[in-house]
């Protein structure tokens, strides 16, 4: 069966049927009752030429070729009228209409406004139309009404030619709008103001679509700026009209020219942090219509002019916020300064802020942070090493610790002779036995050491065991090539390594190692203020990259789920197709870090100690800040603001002050958000990338109302962390008045449409799809196969087949 073609209006006349009146048209089809099988049909079919041919090819010998080949092809074409009739063919036919188009119109509050249009030559262009269509100022209803009514409704005109034409005036609601096309204009004219007081865009796009539900529209065209206060998003609707298969054609109204302005917001900075260390300010840099632009960052201290660091950024061209981090280094210098007689700590107000670029204009409040507190310490912190033998690492470890003022280290050798101790000023007899003399010290270094000794026995690892995770201190274990780790896989220690300890290699004794290689960071290495070896990101990375190489290294491919690589190989990788860690990191209670190799000492060949020692003492304060806190406080909890309208994302983030009670797992935090006069709700938080105590979590399509939150687990001693705040309904029409043109393009391209300015507007039409014809009703259908023509026609051929037979003699 064939359907759905149109059959020019002249073979119409001529099978004598009705012609189809204005705007609308005749669908023809074509069906049969045929009812041999198609491969019977194939192999008659073939038969009976076959047959046809065989007899006249003999007869050619008599008459020529032609002429036999002129007989057969009558006596086929016969044959085939007659099949033609036997399968009782017949045209069906349907009364169609012309498909539909909406147009909706947006006479939201938000439409009223008048846009300030900066080039002149724009403007009078655009005041000339207006005054063209006898309208006045430029709002953007007016805009919409002058490319309707302008040139005599030419467009709208066009429009209701192709299609048929319903309109829809929206706001809160969509309201069709009844008559033809001179009544549309005429309310059109009366729609000289625009006062909805709020914009349900989605919602009127969903509206039209659910009307016409039954005969879907062609295309639906939105006159609108975009604005959404309230309902269903844009992108909702549009998603609901691609499965509809229905495109939109959206035209953006109002001045393209976007509000522009640099904003800061959502500071992120450790509280306390030891001299000498880095201190990264991260925060929120949004840019609105300054994409592409650069700005300059700079921190100084509050109430002092001077500026302390400063960084260069490229504002993100999407208008999103965007994460930024700027470190910096309090000189120890400035800190001696300032320390008063029985501190160990000065206290600094830092404050953070963008240049004023020129397009901002007056629109500078949000160019700062708030000044953020930080205190910088040198409390001494207590360092115990252990290792079987004094090798390479040990020994320059030692001594550049013994020299560190703010550490105070205690070291321990198994193969020491007794009278070793006595003569050094560092070292101890024998590794402490008792659980409250291990837990003296704020962090252990643990090298190659030999398990299972006197000196390191089972109740000594399992003092260690409750030195992490019940005292919350830090472990820091250094791979050797031969106790560390390999002679502990089945001891109380492997709870504490950060892989699987039955999967180590460790390179054979007896083999030279000369495939050097440099170590590389992981972006979460990068991220971590420890790995830090220069004042600013890009010299951090120069210095790694530059770094000599190490040759050294224990493979450890299987990592347990909670480990955190923060440098590798920069090429071997493990069976699971991962490269090889280096240095790898968890937390159980307190932090453990693993050197997979033990020739970081090879850093000092070139440069000396610079890096080496900068690494070693960066990182023992990083693992020791837990100890600056005390017991004040262990976590806090906060939004990124305090009062939010309706339908904005609320941020909140939880801060643990004391990483050793963030909870192992990344989505460990539980946050109860209880509404005024509403039970509770709960909402997970996730760990953040590249800190191990700040989870955040996004509260989405909250009600109305005002919220109390705190941090339900983990539970903590004290008070938890609390926060409180409101949402709002949404502002009024005239208080958001950017043209959302991102909003209608992404509708437009979402389903299959077109997205068009004042300015490109006139090609509307041409663009829209032609559509289906609706049909109205169906019609008595054309019997073919027993009209008068065909029977006519089989006589015919058969009647000159026989007299071209006869003049040949062949009868």
């Known amino acids: 069966m064939m359907t759905g073609f149109m059959l020019p209006k002249w073979i119409e006349r001529l099978l004598g049927v009705d012609l189809a009146e204005a705007g609308e048209g005749t669908q023809w089809s074509i069906s049969a009752a045929w009812g041999v099988p198609p491969w019977l049909t194939l192999l008659l079919t073939a038969g009976a030429v076959a047959l046809v041919v065989f007899f006249y090819f003999r007869e050619s010998r008599t008459v020529g070729m032609a002429y036999a080949g002129l007989l057969a092809a009558l006596r086929l074409s016969a044959l085939a009228v007659v099949c033609f009739m036997l399968a009782q063919v017949m045209l069906t036919r349907e009364r169609t209409g012309l498909p539909y188009a909406v147009l909706l119109v947006d006479l939201s509050g938000s439409m009223s406004h008048v846009d300030q249009y900066l080039d002149p030559a724009q403007r009078e262009a655009l005041l000339a139309r207006l005054k063209a269509a006898q309208l006045d100022e430029p709002s953007r209803v007016n805009l919409a009404r002058m490319l309707l009514l302008e040139n005599d409704a030419a467009l709208l005109k066009a429009i209701d030619r192709r299609y048929k034409l319903k309109a829809y005036f929206f706001d809160r609601t969509a309201r069709a709008q009844s008559g033809n096309i001179d009544e549309l204009q005429e309310a059109l004219r009366d729609a000289a103001k625009a006062t909805g007081d709020t914009t349900q865009l989605g919602q009127a796009v969903r509206t039209v679509l659910n009307d016409l539900r039954g005969s879907p529209p062609s295309a639906v065209i939105v006159l609108s700026d975009g604005i959404n206060t309230s309902g269903e998003p844009l992108a909702d609707a549009a998603e609901y009209a691609r499965r509809k298969k229905v495109p939109l054609f959206t035209v953006a109204l109002g001045s393209e020219e976007p509000v522009r302005n640099l904003k800061l917001s959502d500071p992120l900075v450790d509280e306390v942090v030891f001299v000498d260390d880095v201190v990264f300010f991260e925060f929120q840099l949004t840019g609105t219509g300054l994409g592409g632009k650069r700005v300059q960052l700079t921190l100084r201290e509050k109430d002092k002019p001077e500026t302390l660091t400063e960084m260069q950024v490229t504002i993100d061209a999407s208008g999103k916020p965007q994460k930024v981090r700027l470190p910096y280094r309090p000189p120890r210098s400035q800190w001696e300064q300032r320390v008063e007689a029985g501190q160990d700590y000065v206290e600094y107000q830092f404050v953070i802020e963008a240049e004023k670029l020129p397009e901002e204009g007056d629109r500078t409040a949000d160019n700062a942070l708030p000044p953020q507190t930080v205190k910088v310490s040198q409390r001494k912190i207590r360092v115990l090493m252990a290792a079987s033998e004094p090798s390479h690492e040990f020994r320059f470890l030692k001594h550049l610790l013994e020299r560190e003022p703010s550490i105070e280290v205690r070291t321990v050798l198994q193969s020491a002779d007794p009278e070793y101790a006595p003569t050094d000023k560092s070292a101890l007899g024998t590794f402490p036995v008792r659980r409250d003399e291990l837990n003296e010290f704020d962090l252990l270094i643990l090298g190659d050491i030999e398990a299972n000794t006197p000196t390191f026995s089972t109740s000594v690892m399992n003092n260690v065991v409750s030195f992490v995770k019940e005292q919350g201190r830090s472990v820091i274990f250094v791979a050797g090539p031969k106790y560390m780790p390999r002679e502990f896989r089945d001891s109380p220690l492997a709870a504490l390594f950060p892989f699987e300890p039955g999967s180590v290699v460790v390179p054979p004794p007896d083999v030279d190692l000369t495939d050097g290689f440099v170590i590389q960071p992981t972006d979460l290495g990068f991220g971590s203020p420890h790995m830090q070896l220069g004042d600013t990101p890009g010299q951090t990375e120069t210095i790694w990259r530059n770094l000599p190489e190490l040759f050294f290294l224990v493979e450890v491919p299987h990592l347990k789920p909670a480990a955190r690589v923060l440098a590798e190989h920069p090429t071997r990788t493990g ?227 026989w007299v071209l037979r006869k003049r040949k003699g062949l009868v």
Request: a neutral charge; glycine letters at 8%; aromatic letters at 10%.
């Open 575 to 801: 069976p699971t197709g991962r490269r090889l860690p280096v240095f790898i990191e968890h937390s159980l209670g307190g932090k453990v870090l693993f050197h997979c190799t033990d020739e970081v000492y090879r850093w000092r060949f070139r440069v000396g100690d610079v890096f080496l020692s900068r690494y070693w003492v960066q990182t023992i304060r990083y693992l020791c800040r837990s100890k600056l806190l005390g017991d004040q406080r262990h976590a806090e909890l906060s939004t990124d603001r305090k009062n939010y309208v309706r339908g904005e994302p609320v941020r909140l983030r939880a801060r643990f002050l004391d990483e050793r009670l963030a909870p192992d797992a990344d989505d460990g935090v539980t946050v109860m958000l209880e509404r005024q006069g509403h039970a509770p709700q709960k909402l997970k938080l996730q760990r953040h990338a590249t800190s191990r105590g700040v989870f955040e979590g996004v509260l989405n399509n909250a009600p109305e109302g005002g919220y109390h939150a705190w941090i339900a687990t983990p539970t903590m001693p004290g008070t938890a962390g609390q926060a409180d705040f409101t949402i709002e309904p949404p502002p009024g029409e005239m208080q958001e008045l950017e043209v959302d043109t991102a909003e209608l393009k992404r509708a437009a391209t979402t389903t299959g449409g077109r997205f068009y300015t004042l300015a490109d507007a006139s090609r509307l039409v041409g663009d829209l799809p032609e559509g289906r014809q609706v049909v109205i009703e169906t019609l008595d259908p054309f019997v073919l196969w027993n009209w008068f023509p065909f029977p006519l026609l089989v006589v015919l051929l058969l009647v000159a087949e």
